[in-house]
């Protein structure tokens, strides 16, 4: 079996080990006669892999002891909605941050819920970078104010965190979850679907402050009460709980690779393999402004658009695959997450190299 360098966005690259153990234990879980996708999320053993899986999430994130951890269904977008039943908490209005498509499916969702302020948007300038905070015209009496911390179709990134004061700042965190350490004390609420760098597509990630919950609306459906899930340990209904089981195993391989710390250096040094090619050539181009650039998803054009499915077939003919940029905007994209190794980036750089050689 010869397995390929997967740079799809998501569901994306797992880490190897993760699922040649997934794969070992698939029948018999640690002796139990079963395999957890069987396993009845009330049992001993599927309460053991969730504790686990929430215990190693605190201690690799620095989650403070304030804020719960919830494992949740319905994906990021499912999150667009159930953000603002919970957080606007009697206020009717958010600030949101636009800087690229999935911040428009925010502030698109959130509309139904309240009157959504657009503080600032980088949208005139093509999204290719994150407006600065002094250009941001904040509500003081917003509920909340959310950002998308990682634009996976367009690779613009947050390498900073605002600072929104005394009001809540909320984050979508999807691709570039559990990438690099981050202070989560500095976030009311941060959310994420798995299907990046966690694992399998299935669970949302939710981590809020204490204080935040417990004031939903009235049409709150309770399957998506934060209050209610985190009264219930994420199980006020059945949970994904393979999806779990599979996260819990990631982030025990984070923990063995050294942490987010080793991680995110690791991440680095895959970026800049691209990114410095990306900047002594002319045969191909990446639109982002350079101190926003993600670390997570590098998009990048050839000059001659005409080339693109030569580019594509050539790819996948060495064992590179998902390379198409997204629908919307075009071209090739790169998502070099946590799992991907440092050698899938360097043999696209090669090919980049040989493809221009021969077609420049």
């Known amino acids: 079996m010869t397995r390929v360098f997967n740079f799809s966005a998501g569901p994306a690259t797992l880490p190897e080990p993760v699922l040649r153990q997934a794969a070992d234990e698939m029948l018999d879980w640690r002796g139990s006669g079963m395999s957890v996708m069987e396993m009845s999320h009330r049992g001993k053993e599927f309460i053991a892999i969730h504790a686990e899986a929430e215990q190693l999430l605190r ?22 909605a159930i953000v603002p039943m919970n957080m606007l908490r009697g206020r009717s209005s958010a600030d949101y941050i636009d ?15 309240c009157k959504v302020n ?13 407006p600065k905070q002094d250009t941001w015209k904040l509500d003081k009496d917003a509920a909340y104010v959310h950002i998308c911390s990682n634009e996976t179709i367009g690779g613009v990134e947050y390498h900073w965190t605002p600072d929104t004061g005394e009001v809540p700042l909320v984050a979508d965190m999807s691709s570039n ?17 798995t299907q990046k760098n966690v694992g399998p597509a299935g669970v949302t990630i939710v981590i809020v402050r204490d204080d935040l919950i417990g004031q939903a609306l009235p049409i709150t459906p309770s399957a998506f009460d934060y209050k209610i899930q985190a009264d ?22 984070i923990k063995a690779q050294g942490g987010l710390n080793a991680i995110e250096a690791n991440n680095r040094k895959k970026a800049a393999v691209l990114y410095d090619h990306l900047e002594t050539t002319s045969f191909f181009y990446n639109p982002v402004a350079r101190e926003d650039r993600s670390l997570m998803n590098v998009p990048f054009k050839l000059r001659d658009e005409s080339l693109d499915d030569a580019f594509l077939k050539g790819a996948q003919a060495r064992g590179m695959v998902q390379l198409k940029g997204h629908r919307s905007v075009g071209g090739m994209r790169a998502s070099i997450y946590n799992a991907m190794p440092i050698e899938g980036v360097v043999a696209l750089v090669d090919y980049m190299k040989e493809f221009e050689a021969s077609h420049g």
């Open 59 to 80: 201690e690799l994130m620095g989650v403070p002891a304030n804020y719960k951890v919830l494992f949740l269904q319905g994906g990021a977008i499912g999150e667009n």
């Open 99 to 113: 800087t690229g498509e999935w911040s428009k499916k925010s502030i698109k969702e959130a509309k139904k819920y």
């Open 118 to 130: 657009v503080a600032a948007s980088s949208e005139e300038g093509g999204y290719v970078r994150v």
């Open 177 to 193: 979850f559990i990438s690099r350490p981050i202070d989560v004390s500095r976030y009311g609420l941060i959310y994420a679907g």
């Open 232 to 253: 219930n340990d994420s199980m006020f209904n059945t949970p994904p709980t393979y999806t779990i089981y599979m996260a819990g195993l990631v982030f025990n391989w």
